[in-house]
């Protein structure tokens, strides 16, 4: 079967279309026949050699897709060849077919189409995982969230918003902040043209963010611990400014703070399957409400995902980018 490889570490151009046996689907496991497959900017990472994936994943790029489920493995229950779901992969979406945990593997919710639901597993995990299980984000509280426009981005407004929280967001151009609006977000900033930290105390009246979803890192790290509220949780998910920078400990101690940085790819089995169950609880009925819709970009077929990362490199995208095999 198609499957895109990182040749090696570099631009976008390493990633090259290769044949590679078809998965078999091992106990606990379903194999999948792709739709789609999301582009997250991990892959981008993995694809410079800076994110490699956790022991036993596969080498191949992809952490989440859409597709029929084709074959089902031993001890699998409550799955069926035929059935149109999507997935959170450890790797191997930029493929015609993968092999995943069933415990990974949810439905296609009423209302969204199978390509489309290819835009949700990571994302929405990532949010639900962070935001709500991790940072508890409570009603009435303000959410900040870097990169309003992004995946990560469009998927926190919405979730926040139904859950009774005020949004406030950052994005670099107005065609972004107006998506961010019409998706709900209540306080736009510019991190072009304004301080953050200055304009969300305005709009809070000093109070700042009680939850603050970063996914730059250690430039920020200063002004985030700054934008915090008392008793805030600062949760990093991302390092596009860098890994490294000096915390003043006073500043986390005077507001009673919190920083917490995640990863999702590298959790147990165990842990993931724990928040895709919480997922289908309680995001799952709020797509199904239409309350919450993935924002799709767009498609690249698989064999342009090198375009694909372009597309996310430039951040001129909206929502989701994804590969249809």
């Known amino acids: 079967m198609r499957a895109i ?6 631009e976008p151009d390493v990633l090259q279309v290769t044949e590679v046996e078809r998965p078999v689907a091992g106990p606990g ?3 999948v026949d792709v739709a789609a497959a999301g582009v997250n900017r991990a892959d981008l990472f993995q694809r410079k050699g800076a994110y490699p994936p956790p022991p036993g994943a596969s080498p191949l790029p992809g952490l989440e897709v859409s597709g029929t489920v084709a074959e089902i493995g031993e001890g699998v229950e409550g799955l069926a060849v035929g059935d149109e779901v999507c997935a959170l992969l450890d790797g191997g979406g930029y493929a015609e077919a ?7 593997v949810l439905p296609v919710p009423a209302g969204v189409s199978l390509v489309d639901a290819a835009g949700l597993p990571e994302v ?3 949010v639900w995982s962070n935001v709500f299980m991790t940072a508890v984000l409570q009603p009435g509280e303000t959410l900040l969230i870097h990169g309003g426009s992004s995946g990560i981005g469009t998927t926190a407004i919405q979730l926040a918003k139904a859950a009774g929280a005020r949004v406030a967001v950052t994005a670099g151009s107005q065609a972004k902040l107006d998506a961010c609006r019409e998706l709900g977000a209540d306080i736009l900033i510019s991190y072009k043209d304004e301080d953050f930290v200055e304009r969300l105390k305005e709009e809070t009246d000093g109070h700042g963010a009680d939850v603050l979803l970063d996914n730059i890192g250690a430039k920020y790290l200063a002004r985030n611990i700054d934008a915090l509220a008392t008793n805030g949780r600062l949760v990093n998910i991302g390092l ?5 920078a000096e915390l003043d400990l006073r500043a986390l101690v005077k507001k009673r703070a919190a920083v917490i940085a995640t990863s999702l790819r590298a959790r147990p089995a165990a842990e993931k399957a724990a928040i895709v169950a919480a997922v289908r609880e309680h995001v799952w009925p709020l797509v199904e409400d239409g309350v919450f819709r993935p924002v799709i970009q767009g498609t690249h077929p698989l ?12 951040s001129q995208h909206i929502g989701k980018v994804l590969l249809v095999p």
């Open 5 to 10: 490889e990182i040749t090696e570490p570099g």
């Open 240 to 244: 596009m400014g860098g890994a490294k």
């Open 98 to 104: 993968v092999a995943v945990a069933a415990t990974q």
């Open 124 to 126: 929405v995990c990532t």
């Open 303 to 314: 064999e342009r995902a090198a375009d694909a990362h372009r597309e996310l490199e430039e």
């Open 29 to 31: 496991q379903v194999v």
